[in-house]
């Protein structure tokens, strides 16, 4: 009986140790950007710098390929991700009323989110912002 008792818990230590996985929080810094509104008169484009816009933080888990928080990441069963050698993207299309891409290359640090309303025409607008992403260590 102690021995099967031991077993249980030697096992539930190998399992609970399988399942660990390191989540690393990411510091991404807005670079620059763009969003373009489509008018009657033409398109109006609008440029934004650093400090323009707010710093995003993304959460993932590398080992398990999972996304926990991002801009735009709207969960596992709604949106569409990959994770690749080079890089990790996201995005979802709702129909009649917006579609975005986010992209973050995993070499060079680089985020890239892409939005674009629908439908397209007048009254329709588009927004492409770059972000620079590092490692962010939480103090608690």
């Not at 950007?33 to 888990?61: A, H």
């Not at 891409?101 to 680089?110: D, M, P």
Request: proline share 2%; charged share 25%; net charge neutral.
């Amino acid at each position: 009986m102690l021995k099967n008792f031991f077993l249980i818990i030697f096992i539930s230590f190998l399992i609970s140790n399988i399942s660990y996985s390191e989540e690393k929080t990411l510091r991404c810094l807005f670079v620059l950007g763009e969003r373009n509104e489509f008018t009657e008169n033409g398109t109006k484009t609008f440029e934004f710098g650093k400090g323009d816009k707010e710093d995003e933080y993304l959460v993932i888990d590398f080992e398990k390929e999972r996304i926990k928080s991002a801009p735009y990441y709207q969960g596992f069963f709604s949106t569409n991700f990959t994770f690749q050698p080079e890089k990790i993207t996201w995005s979802k299309t709702k129909k009649n009323n917006y579609t975005f891409y986010v992209e973050l290359n995993r070499v060079s640090g680089r985020l890239q989110i892409i939005y674009n309303s629908l439908p397209t025409g007048i009254g329709s607008y588009n927004e492409e912002y770059f972000y620079t992403c590092e490692n962010f260590k939480t103090r608690f």
